[in-house]
C-alpha cells in the first residue's frame, strides 16, 4: 500500500503564478509535482493546503501526496531540494494516515500581511512587503481589526470568481502591530475566502485613509457584499504563516 | 559656490558588480552617478564610504558629491529614487562642509555577516545571507573573535590585490551571536582592508571546523601572511550596516 507523505515547505511566490497547477505559467505546484516524480520516479498528485495567489509568499505551507517507493523520510526533504529551484525549499516530510489531506484535515491556518511603512523603500523587502509610505496609526488599526474576529458570513471580503459555496468563517485572531518600519496583520481563522485577507486588509487601509469609518466594518461584513468593501491590497505583503492540523 | 551633499542609501548588491565603477560591468556607483546627473543636469563625481565587492550589500552606505543646482535636501532623495532601479535606495541627504569626504572623514565602520544555520535552505535568504548547515556553537566563535579586537597589523586578513600600504586598523568591538536561525558577526574598526570580515569569518568557520583552534588567530594575526589564515567566506553574506562620521 502506498504511503500518505505530508510536505511542510516554504516558498518565496515572486516568480509564480501562485500555488495552483496553470496550463499557461508556472506554479509551485507544478515545481513539487515534477520534483516529486524525479524522486520517486512515479505519477505524483499532490493536495496543497490552500491555493495562494499569484506573488504571494509561505513561511509554511503543506501539501500531501500518495507514492509507493519506499524512501525513508529524513531523506526526503533533501532529495526534493535537489530538484527544486532555490525559491522553494522543503524542510520536513513525515507519513500520514491515509485519510489525511492538506487541504481537508486543515483546522486552522495563519496569514501574515506585511507593510513596509517608511518613506522611501527598502531594496531588502522589494516584492517581499507593501511598501506604504504614509504614517499608519496600529493601535486604531489594531482596534479597527476586531470587527473581524468571531463566526461570520464573510461574502464582502471574497474576490469574485470563487466557486464556495458556504462563506461562513471563523477568525480567531486579528492583530495589528508594529516592529520597526514593518506593521504586520496577522489573522488566524478555520478557513480563508478567496483574497480574503488581502480584501480585509485592504479595507483597514480604506479606515486609515478615512474612506471609511472604523465601526462601518460590522455593516460591511453584514452587506454580504464585495462592492460594500475596500481595495485588495497587492499580493506581495501576503505570507502564509502557519499550518494546524 | 557648490554644495557638498551626502546621500545615505540601501542596496541589495545582488545584482552588482560592487561599489567601485567598472569598464565591463554595472557598479553601484555608477547607477547612482547616472542618477544624480539626471536629476542635477550636471557632471557629477561621487565618493563613496568604502568599496564594496560583488554581491556585497549595505544597510547604510555612504557617499558624497559637489552639485551647483540648488534642489532642497529633504526633496533629493525622492528625486534620486526615480531614476534608480528598486534594489537601491536613497533615504537622506544632508549639506557637509567643503572638506567632507564620505571615505576620508569616516571615523568607524560596522559590518555585519549574516549566516542561515539551517539544514535547509530559506528562500527568503537566497542572496542575503551564507548558507552554512552544520550547526555552530555560537559562543565559541564570539570568544575566538576576542583575539581580532584592538590595533593589529592584519596583513593576513588582505586578499592580494590590494594597493594600500598601511595594514594596521582597530577593531573596537566583534560578537558573534544567535537570533533563531541566523548566525550574526558584527564587526566595528575604524577601517577594513580588502575582504578582511569575510577573511575573519572565514577563519572563524576553519575554528568551527577545526581546521584551526581558537588559541591559533593571534599567531595568524602576527604571521602578516594572507596564506596563513582561513578561507574568504562568501559576499553574499555581507552587509555594511553602520558608517560614522
Chains 1, 2 share one sequence.
Not at 515547505?9 to 516529486?36: C, K, M
Not at 494516515?97 to 523603500?121: G, L
Not at 488581502?198 to 454580504?224: C, H, Q, S, Y
Request: with cysteine; glycine share 4%; hydrophobic share 40%.
Amino acid at each position: 500500500m502506498s504511503r500518505n507523505l505530508l510536505l511542510t515547505l516554504r516558498f518565496d511566490g515572486t516568480a509564480y503564478h501562485g500555488w495552483q497547477w496553470q496550463s499557461n505559467a508556472i506554479s509551485v505546484q507544478q515545481r513539487i509535482t515534477e520534483a516529486a516524480q524525479s524522486v520517486f520516479c512515479e505519477p505524483i498528485k499532490i493536495h496543497g493546503c490552500s491555493r495562494t495567489d499569484a506573488g504571494v509568499h509561505a513561511r509554511m505551507f503543506c501539501c500531501n501526496f500518495h507514492a509507493d517507493k519506499e524512501i525513508p523520510v529524513d531523506k526526503i526533504p533533501a532529495a526534493l531540494n535537489a530538484y527544486l529551484p532555490r525559491d522553494i525549499s522543503v524542510y520536513q516530510a513525515e507519513e500520514r494516515a491515509q485519510d489525511f489531506h492538506a487541504r481537508y484535515s486543515c483546522i486552522k491556518k495563519e496569514y501574515v500581511y506585511c507593510i513596509c511603512n517608511t518613506k522611501y523603500r527598502d531594496p531588502f523587502l522589494e516584492n517581499r512587503a507593501y511598501f506604504y509610505r504614509y504614517p499608519l496609526a496600529v493601535h486604531d488599526l489594531h482596534d479597527a481589526a476586531q470587527a473581524f474576529v468571531g463566526t461570520h458570513d464573510f461574502s464582502s471580503f471574497c474576490s469574485s470568481g470563487s466557486s464556495v459555496e458556504q462563506k461562513i468563517r471563523t477568525i480567531s485572531e486579528f492583530s495589528v502591530t508594529r516592529n520597526g518600519e514593518l506593521v504586520l496583520f496577522r489573522v488566524s481563522a478555520d478557513g480563508f475566502l478567496y483574497n480574503m485577507v488581502r480584501i480585509m486588509v485592504g479595507t483597514l487601509l480604506d479606515v486609515a485613509e478615512k474612506k471609511f469609518f472604523a465601526r462601518d466594518i460590522p455593516n460591511i461584513i453584514t452587506a454580504k457584499n464585495r462592492e460594500a468593501a475596500g481595495i485588495t491590497a497587492p499580493p506581495q505583503g501576503l505570507y502564509l504563516n502557519k499550518v494546524f492540523y
